[in-house]
């Protein structure tokens, strides 16, 4: 409600039978404001993306921003310069800033997105990874408000298909400013799970996407699966960490994108690598 717009807004708040006095306090702040805060509860805790798809079938207005509700906003101009970057980019289906990261209640000066991220990415980019924090986007809602029901079941992964998309639609932008705050705890859907059960869901993510939209983007899926894992995989053989090396190789060539996206070279290379530093590890 700081945010300072020369347009109306109206706030959804999509509330999941929380178990503390979250409903209460919602109901409290939505009697400050009436007819500008609006509230959806669920009877029982639905813990999927249907918390989110209900907000957005019932928004009223041309754009969205999602905000988890353990993030925060720190720019009150955030509506009113993603707004109006809109409008005036017509060819532009989201535009984000970026964010802070805090490690629960500590504010770090560590940013989501990096710098050398992209002006403007197209569907392909979006294939090859979500670079952008939820709380520091701005969508059309045209592209998603009639979100299909696959949706519901990708929960705790929210935001990436909607990315997906939305750019099937139009470009999305990127602008190099803090907006909001990031948050990483132990509460966090997501970033809550260990690190190799968020590989997993991510590997489950490439392969689901892929077939809910019908294999239309058969060839970037595949190619953007096998990308990211062969990444990782160089990524943790540089610092020494074998088994999840391997475990990422190992999805890499699960992926299907390998002579892509990835040489079977560059594949059998890394392995040769990676066998070579646990005979080592092992003398």
Known sequence: MAQQTDFPFEVIVSE???????????HSIARRWPGRIHVLESKRNLRSNEVVARGLRV???KYISLLDGDDFWTSTSKLQAQASFLDENPDCAAVFHNALVANGDVTSPQRWTPSHQKKFSNLHDIWYGNPFATCAGMLRLAPIQDVPEWYAAFFPITDWPLYILCAEKGKIAFQDEDVGVYRMHDGGMFSSLPNGQKRKLIFSFYRRMNEVLNFKYDRIAREACSRYFYDWSVEFSSNGKINQAWECLWRASLGGGVGDSVSYRQVLGLAKHLLVQRLLSST
């Open 16 to 26: 999941d039978a929380s178990t503390d006095r979250t409903p209460q306090i919602i």
């Open 59 to 61: 928004a009223q207005g």
